[in-house]
């Protein structure tokens, strides 16, 4: 993870001046691996955001809410393994890991209508948003209700940046969605 990314992520402002704390939404279905380095977290710091049985189901490529801090060594294993791979996006909030899994989870249902056999029939499935690929597409798509509403328990959402090398994309909400690209890392000349 460059480092310019790494001190955005981790700087500690804040507009309430609380503590802002730091997490990871990460795909398993992108970053095979994940479940075996998750036994290694605490399980107060991870949360699958599936549910039911589709969490034992799919767990092996369910995305996953980590808390981040600066130091861990499950950090670590995040910038060498996650980052670069389109693997996650990053949010900084001032809530705890369950109100913000409770929160997220909120925005993963998906569900159309399409026609089979002359009905309608109602298809569920999930919304991987946590791909920062998707991420931009669908939040800038999505109305300014739904934006304020996804928004509204998140301080900040990094991602990296597909369509500029070396970039990361950050974006807040503040009665409008703004997007800054980054550059991550200075290359050397």
């Known amino acids: 993870m460059p480092k310019q990314f790494l001190e955005e992520l981790f700087k500690e402002e804040s507009e309430h001046n609380n503590s802002v704390n730091v997490y990871a939404v990460i795909d398993a279905a992108r970053i095979t691996k994940l479940t075996n380095e998750l036994i290694v977290v605490d399980a107060q710091k991870q949360k699958i955001l599936f549910d039911g049985k589709d969490a034992i189901e799919l767990e092996e490529v369910a995305p996953y809410l980590v808390e981040l801090k600066k130091e861990d060594e499950f950090t670590q294993w995040v910038a060498k393994n996650v980052y670069n791979r389109y693997g996650a996006i990053f949010i900084k909030t001032t809530n705890t890991i369950e109100t913000l899994a409770q929160h997220l989870k909120k925005f993963i249902h998906v569900t159309r209508e399409i026609?089979?056999?002359?009905?309608?029939?109602?298809?569920?499935?999930?919304?991987?948003?946590?791909?920062?690929?998707?991420?931009?597409?669908?939040?800038?798509?999505?109305?300014?209700?739904?934006?304020?509403?996804?928004?509204?328990?998140?301080?900040?959402?990094?991602?990296?940046?597909?369509?500029?090398?070396?970039?990361?994309?950050?974006?807040q909400y503040n009665n409008e969605l703004t997007a800054q690209s980054k550059q991550a890392y200075e290359v050397n000349q």
């Open 115 to 171: 026609e089979h056999e002359g009905e309608l029939v109602t298809q569920k499935g999930y919304l991987a948003y946590y791909d920062p690929r998707v991420f931009p597409n669908w939040i800038e798509s999505e109305t300014k209700q739904r934006q304020t509403e996804f928004f509204s328990n998140i301080e900040e959402l990094l991602c990296e940046d597909e369509f500029k090398q070396n970039h990361y994309l950050s974006y």
